[in-house]
């Protein structure tokens, strides 16, 4: 129909009308987006937490039973468990704080004006978000393999021998730590990179004339500027590292032992390898619970300071 | 005087190296796995590396052939872009229903909606793998086409949300004193002044999508297998088919890095403003 835009007055009767209407199409809009979400997303955490309160192993049927709370108590006092969440916990704050501080120094350089080629190394930066984890997670395990790696063979003509990225603890840890960051750290330095092309320009002109210093000019008018951004970003990088599985699939499968095992990849252990689902699924929502702690947290946070 | 200048000169030198160091740090090991695809066996191993590769096209092609990649490639295809389509039609009306109605519970179904995001994916998988086990959903193509559909929704609600909120609402009123219904405000008003964000919200679902292992690895077996499955299984506990690693590889991240560049500045947009309009 074609609409034009005229001053025409409407009857109160007919606006009335057409407002009863209005009620229920939103309602109408809402409602098959909103049917999908119930149906796939929250009957499935319902059946979940229901699953949790029973001893359900597939591969051992027999004493499959309702055992109400056990499975959070034992999870509770499992060692694996209690260590997975630890690493879960070293792993995320890890990984979250080589992302922005990488990805702020990435930012700041591309935000130079004395600089040409932004958009060559934007493109370049955006690649890595289009390939999958599993990709890169593998092909980084060749790469610091400590037989033929590439990454291994240049530390050897630097004159460096005792590297072994993926068989050691602490290789296997800053090995699954670099690897999550080189996935997501173009992404933090993208979007603060971007951030940074809206700011208003004036005060950073204003701080010029004072003769600020371009160190006094990022701490103190900057990053305060990007605060808010930051929390976001923080809450969002946190979340998804929280819920590490790929890369620590492909690259170490948890190992050396239990060393690089995420909370994840042992719920993943448990219902799909072991099929203990009440486990399985009772450790899932320990996960979900802290997280959601977590967001609640920090966005109550938000809306404090802003 | 000078000093700030020579100042200026080295940090500006540094900023340059440092942006170079970190170009290679991203590009080399994609440039790597894709030209390892185009290597032969002797090749791959050699000591010290090779950095170009030594066969053509045809390599690839060859095993591309023998390993039936085509289709899984399908099946990758199918899964993303029939989820994304779903998931574009219902996240465009749910943000219009949010964004253009002023109603009671509208910001507490919006938070609902952004809180699904929080839950990791394996806590809804278990019982997503009960389920399809139980209605023989387990391993089919329509079954993945659900989960992309349920694990891409939220976003793309809460993207399309943003968009629609910049939009002002006197457009819409104005069409409505003329007498135009819902939908055709969304139609005439509302969409083509989306169509640009629709572009970037899809490119960001085909990509979750087509890049997904773990709901992959998890629900499908064998009939509805993806590339990242099947490129995961050229690396079996004993054998090892390098090769067919990097052909395979290859065949999954090139289309996305093509579309990725080709959507680039949507691409951007659609990323930063998710996380900026909450």
Same mark, same amino acid.
């Given at each position: 129909?074609?609409?034009?835009?005229?001053?025409?007055?409407?009857?109160?009767?007919?606006?009335?009308?057409?407002?009863?209407?209005?009620?229920?199409?939103?309602?109408?809009?809402?409602?098959?987006?909103?049917?999908?979400?119930?149906?796939?997303?929250?009957?499935?955490?319902?059946?979940?937490?229901?699953?949790?309160?029973?001893?359900?192993?597939?591969?051992?049927?027999?004493?499959?039973?309702?055992?109400?709370?056990?499975?959070?108590?034992?999870?509770?006092?499992?060692?694996?468990?209690?260590?997975?969440?630890?690493?879960?916990?070293?792993?995320?704050?890890?990984?979250?704080?080589?992302?922005?501080?990488?990805?702020?120094?990435?930012?700041?350089?591309?935000?130079?004006?004395?600089?040409?080629?932004?958009?060559?190394?934007?493109?370049?930066?955006?690649?890595?978000?289009?390939?999958?984890?599993?990709?890169?997670?593998?092909?980084?395990?060749?790469?610091?393999?400590?037989?033929?790696?590439?990454?291994?063979?240049?530390?050897?003509?630097?004159?460096?021998?005792?590297?072994?990225?993926?068989?050691?603890?602490?290789?296997?840890?800053?090995?699954?730590?670099?690897?999550?960051?080189?996935?997501?750290?173009?992404?933090?330095?993208?979007?603060?990179?971007?951030?940074?092309?809206?700011?208003?320009?004036?005060?950073?002109?204003?701080?010029?004339?004072?003769?600020?210093?371009?160190?006094?000019?990022?701490?103190?008018?900057?990053?305060?500027?990007?605060?808010?951004?930051?929390?976001?970003?923080?809450?969002?990088?946190?979340?998804?590292?929280?819920?590490?599985?790929?890369?620590?699939?492909?690259?170490?499968?948890?190992?050396?032992?239990?060393?690089?095992?995420?909370?994840?990849?042992?719920?993943?252990?448990?219902?799909?390898?072991?099929?203990?689902?009440?486990?399985?699924?009772?450790?899932?929502?320990?996960?979900?619970?802290?997280?959601?702690?977590?967001?609640?947290?920090?966005?109550?946070?938000?809306?404090?300071?802003? | 005087?000078?000093?700030?200048?020579?100042?200026?000169?080295?940090?500006?030198?540094?900023?340059?190296?440092?942006?170079?160091?970190?170009?290679?740090?991203?590009?080399?090991?994609?440039?790597?796995?894709?030209?390892?695809?185009?290597?032969?066996?002797?090749?791959?191993?050699?000591?010290?590396?090779?950095?170009?590769?030594?066969?053509?096209?045809?390599?690839?092609?060859?095993?591309?052939?023998?390993?039936?990649?085509?289709?899984?490639?399908?099946?990758?295809?199918?899964?993303?872009?029939?989820?994304?389509?779903?998931?574009?039609?219902?996240?465009?009306?749910?943000?219009?229903?949010?964004?253009?109605?002023?109603?009671?519970?509208?910001?507490?179904? $919006?938070?609902?909606? %952004?809180?699904?995001?929080? &839950?990791?994916?394996? /806590?809804? @998988?278990?019982?997503? *793998? #009960?389920?399809?086990?139980?209605?023989?959903?387990?391993?089919?193509?329509?079954?993945?086409?659900?989960?992309?559909?349920?694990?891409?929704?939220?976003?793309?609600?809460?993207?399309?949300?943003?968009?629609?909120?910049?939009?002002?609402?006197?457009?819409?009123?104005?069409?409505?004193?003329?007498?135009?219904?819902?939908?055709?405000?969304?139609?005439?008003?509302?969409?083509?002044?989306?169509?640009?964000?629709?572009?970037?919200?899809?490119?960001?679902?085909?990509?979750?999508?087509?890049?997904?292992?773990?709901?992959?690895?998890?629900?499908?077996?064998?009939?509805?297998?993806?590339?990242?499955?099947?490129?995961?299984?050229?690396?079996?506990?004993?054998?090892?088919?390098?090769?067919?690693?990097? $052909?395979?590889?290859? %065949?999954?991240?090139?289309? &996305?890095?093509?579309? /990725?560049? @080709?959507?680039?500045? *949507? #691409?951007?947009?659609?990323?930063?403003?998710?996380?900026?309009?909450?």
């Amino acid at each position: 129909m074609k609409m034009s835009i005229s001053t025409a007055s409407t009857q109160p009767a007919a606006v009335a009308v057409r407002h009863h209407q209005r009620q229920y199409s939103q309602w109408f809009f809402l409602a098959p987006g909103l049917f999908v979400l119930l149906v796939l997303n929250i009957f499935p955490m319902l059946y979940s937490l229901w699953v949790s309160l029973h001893r359900l192993d597939l591969a051992d049927p027999g004493l499959n039973a309702f055992v109400g709370l056990q499975n959070y108590w034992a999870d509770l006092h499992n060692g694996e468990f209690l260590q997975s969440l630890g690493t879960t916990l070293i792993i995320t704050v890890a990984t979250v704080v080589v992302q922005f501080v990488g990805g702020f120094l990435i930012a700041l350089a591309l935000n130079r004006t004395d600089i040409r080629g932004h958009k060559i190394v934007a493109s370049v930066l955006i690649m890595p978000l289009a390939i999958s984890p599993l990709v890169i997670g593998i092909l980084w395990r060749f790469m610091l393999n400590a037989d033929y790696g590439i990454v291994i063979w240049l530390f050897h003509s630097l004159g460096i021998h005792a590297v072994n990225p993926i068989g050691t603890p602490l290789g296997a840890f800053l090995s699954v730590v670099g690897v999550y960051s080189w996935e997501w750290m173009p992404f933090v330095a993208l979007f603060l990179y971007a951030a940074m092309l809206g700011l208003d320009r004036s005060p950073f002109e204003a701080a010029a004339v004072d003769g600020a210093t371009p160190t006094q000019t990022v701490l103190r008018i900057m990053l305060p500027m990007l605060r808010q951004i930051f929390v976001i970003l923080v809450l969002l990088q946190t979340v998804t590292a929280f819920r590490m599985f790929t890369i620590v699939d492909v690259l170490t499968a948890g190992g050396p032992g239990t060393v690089t095992q995420t909370l994840s990849y042992l719920v993943w252990q448990n219902g799909l390898n072991y099929f203990t689902m009440g486990t399985a699924t009772s450790m899932s929502w320990i996960m979900v619970i802290i997280m959601s702690i977590f967001a609640a947290l920090l966005i109550k946070v938000l809306k404090f300071e802003v | 005087m000078i000093s700030a200048m020579v100042y200026r000169r080295a940090s500006q030198i540094v900023a340059v190296l440092f942006l170079v160091l970190v170009s290679i740090i991203f590009l080399f090991p994609i440039y790597w796995l894709v030209s390892s695809a185009l290597k032969s066996t002797g090749r791959l191993w050699a000591i010290p590396p090779k950095l170009l590769p030594n066969l053509g096209l045809g390599h690839v092609w060859h095993i591309i052939a023998v390993n039936h990649l085509g289709v899984f490639f399908w099946h990758s295809l199918i899964e993303s872009v029939a989820s994304t389509i779903v998931v574009l039609v219902l996240a465009t009306m749910m943000a219009y229903s949010l964004s253009r109605h002023r109603w009671k519970h509208r910001t507490g179904i $919006a938070n609902f909606i %952004l809180s699904l995001k929080i &839950m990791p994916p394996i /806590a809804v @998988i278990i019982p997503l *793998y #009960l389920m399809f086990t139980t209605i023989g959903l387990y391993d089919t193509v329509p079954g993945m086409i659900i989960v992309y559909t349920l694990f891409n929704l939220p976003l793309a609600t809460w993207l399309m949300l943003g968009f629609m909120r910049q939009i002002p609402m006197e457009l819409d009123e104005s069409a409505r004193v003329e007498g135009a219904s819902d939908w055709q405000v969304l139609r005439h008003i509302i969409l083509p002044l989306i169509k640009a964000s629709l572009v970037g919200i899809g490119a960001v679902c085909v990509m979750f999508a087509w890049n997904d292992y773990i709901f992959a690895v998890s629900l499908t077996n064998t009939h509805a297998v993806t590339l990242p499955v099947a490129t995961e299984g050229f690396l079996g506990d004993y054998i090892y088919q390098w090769s067919s690693f990097y $052909a395979s590889g290859s %065949l999954e991240i090139v289309p &996305m890095v093509i579309l /990725a560049l @080709i959507l680039q500045r *949507y #691409l951007i947009r659609g990323l930063s403003m998710g996380a900026l309009n909450n």
